[in-house]
């Protein structure tokens, strides 16, 4: 296998599923660690969400578990247990989305694995912070974006609360615990020494939630309302032009303001005292975003486009995901492309969005079929054949073959 990326020579055991964990993974494989996904025999509950061609590889699964490399192990059995034992011997992290209790009853708390790695970093994308009252409790998307505030935010936007209509929770902390896991790894190979990293969902998606909202309660007492009201005014959305599109616009300080009022023909806007200047705005802002939905409904997306671009006011046109999949810059820088997966087909892939100057990061190979490296993976943690057979045989570990009952038919 071809690794490439700063992470090359990192070994992650995976033992996420859903979106969450898979989530940090993909970053880490992205970056060029060598991500082995440890799955039981039904797999990742996240194969099955989302259209699929063949069942166990949805969508979903497919756009997060590129660069990584699946093995079946059933962890509850001692031949699939002694199997982890023996990889964890041989990795850099251990990677788990698991409450910290189900780590410990299968006999892989941090204690037990610093025991066999003592360089290892142990980290942990759990739902709460262990030292809470919350510690135990199961965790999803909804349950933190309703915990932290985030669907309190849309009623005062639609009427009621309102869930986010993506998985936002989930992957804002993948993102902040692949951060935690490097800085580990940084750590680690500055000092030699490993450690637990546990990155709670509920705190750290508060985080991103009330540095914006807390508003007057960041003060004790508060000093006014919590909520930025700007982003949550219902008529701060993109706006319907005279065809029917609809584009959005960031117009902010002064300098747009008085260029946009000059586009739209209504230049007296700019000195009106009203309008005037930031405070101005801020203080009329309802009034000021309806009027805009005014103004754009009088003229073409295309129009209002190419006079807002040459008048260097932000301005876009509204995309679906689908829209966005064919927009010509991600075309164009490559982010976006048609990639052949040996089972799957032809799919469209979302590649790696940073530019490096050296080491660059790539998409290396698909994700990967349920159990597709079992025998591989066994080899490379120093199994003998005949232990690779006993094992398959037991049941202990599952390659591809014995899976299709499970994934279907290729």
Known sequence: MTVSGPLDGVRVLDLTSNVMGPFASLHLADMGADVWKIESGCGDTIRRVGPARNVGMSSNFLHLNRNKRSIVLDLKSEGGASVLRRMIAGADVFLYS???????????????VREINPRIVYAGAVGFGQSGPYADRPAY??????????????????????????????????????????AALYHRNVTGVGQEVQVPMFETFAQLVLGDHLWGHSFDPPIGDWGYARTMNPD????????????????????????????????????????????ARAENMPELLRLLSDIFSTRPADEWLADLAAADVPAIETNTPAG???????????????????????????????????????????????????????????????????????????????QRDVVGAR
């Open 236 to 279: 701060r959305r993109p706006y319907r032009t005279k065809d029917g599109r609809y584009v959005a616009v960031s117009i902010y300080i002064d300098k747009h303001w008085r260029s946009f009022f000059q586009v739209a023909g209504r230049p007296d806007l700019a000195d009106h005292p009203k309008f005037v200047d930031v405070h």
């Open 98 to 112: 698991m409450r910290p209790k189900a780590m410990r009853s299968l006999g892989f708390s941090y204690d037990d």
């Open 141 to 182: 998307d909804d349950l933190i974006q309703a915990a932290s505030g985030m669907a309190a935010l849309q009623n005062r936007k639609v009427g009621s609360p309102e869930f986010v209509a993506t998985p936002i929770a989930d992957r804002v902390v993948g993102i902040s615990t692949a951060m935690a896991v490097s």
């Open 324 to 402: 966005a999949l064919d927009d010509p810059h991600l075309r164009q820088t490559g982010f976006s492309f048609v990639e052949v997966h040996p089972s799957e087909g032809r799919i469209n892939s979302l590649g790696i969005p940073q530019a490096w100057s050296s080491c660059a990061p790539a998409v290396r190979h698909p994700a990967p079929r349920l159990g597709e490296h079992s025998v591989q993976l066994l080899r490379e943690a120093g199994v003998s054949e005949g232990e690779i057979g006993t094992l398959l045989a037991s049941g202990a570990v599952t390659d591809e073959l014995g």
